[in-house]
């Protein structure tokens, strides 16, 4: 009897032990048909800027040079763009949430604080979207701010 017992309570914890193996197997299944996303017919040619470059040339330094890349969705799915990234923290881009419609124009907008950084220079901004990866880029030189017109006076005046 005891016997019976013991292999009855072994082929329990077994089928229980496969039922949830089989269940783990399911879930992970699922999660990973979840995660995987809808195929695309979309490249990254179907993002296409008008211009990937932009020279600002000269700019004065204090206010900030700022230009808009546009683009047009060339593909016949609507582009979703999911990040805009600066190479550096002197260049804000900004850009529209908003799924972008086939044979439809978009935008991203570069912003380059230019307070402080006299000289030449060269940022570029990466684009992440459902279509792949674009990089656009800006650049020009920075003009010193001319110093103040009134120079200062740091000699000593004795007065009586």
Known sequence: MKKLILSL???????TAAMAQEKKDATATITTQAATPPPTTLKPENLAFTTETHDFGTVPEGPAAEYEFRFKNTGK???????????????????????????????????????????????????????????????????????ASVPENNSMIKTN
């Open 9 to 15: 309570s072994v082929a329990v914890l077994c089928t």
């Open 77 to 147: 799915e609507p582009i979703t763009i999911s990040k805009v990234q600066a190479s550096c923290g002197c260049t804000t881009p900004s850009y529209s949430k908003d799924p972008v419609l086939p044979n439809k124009d978009g935008a991203i907008k570069a912003s380059y604080n230019t307070n402080g950084r006299p000289g030449p220079f060269t940022k570029t901004i990466t684009v992440v979207s459902n279509a792949g990866t674009k990089v656009v880029t800006i650049k020009g030189t920075v003009e010193k701010a001319p110093t």
